[in-house]
């Protein structure tokens, strides 16, 4: 069982940044898939950005975000990160963190709002 909590989200202007944090309980954390992913008003839930396990940490983006977000993470504290610069209005969403790995585990956190207002 893997427990997720999100962190940092809030209201920003446009251009500027936020830096959500997702901290997972578990002794195995260093074997998941960490993802973002966000959900607007109305519309359906969308993949952000992941990163792959720790052996390899290959890093994974929406095309809408890509050179403006960055995901990591740190495994001595069990926490991915999401780094976003330059938001937009259009990135406004409730952003879930996601840890996924093989065998049909997969775990959700309870989601952070980030509002990008003027």
């Known amino acids: 069982q893997v427990q997720l909590v999100e962190s940092g989200g809030g209201l920003v202007q446009p251009g500027g940044s936020l830096r959500l944090s997702c901290a997972a309980s578990?002794?195995?954390?260093?074997?998941?898939?960490m993802g973002w992913f966000r959900q607007a008003p109305g519309k359906e839930r969308n993949f952000v950005a992941a990163i792959s396990w720790s052996g390899v940490s290959t890093k994974y983006y929406a095309d809408s975000v890509k050179g403006r977000f960055t995901i990591s993470r740190d495994n001595t504290k069990n926490t991915v990160y999401l780094q976003m610069n330059s938001l937009k209005p259009e990135d406004t969403a409730v952003y879930y963190c996601?840890?996924?790995?093989?065998?049909?585990?997969?775990?959700w956190g309870q989601g952070t709002q980030v509002t990008v207002s003027s």
């Open positions: 996601n840890a996924a790995r093989s065998g049909g585990y997969e775990y």
């Open positions: 578990g002794r195995t954390f260093s074997t998941y898939t």
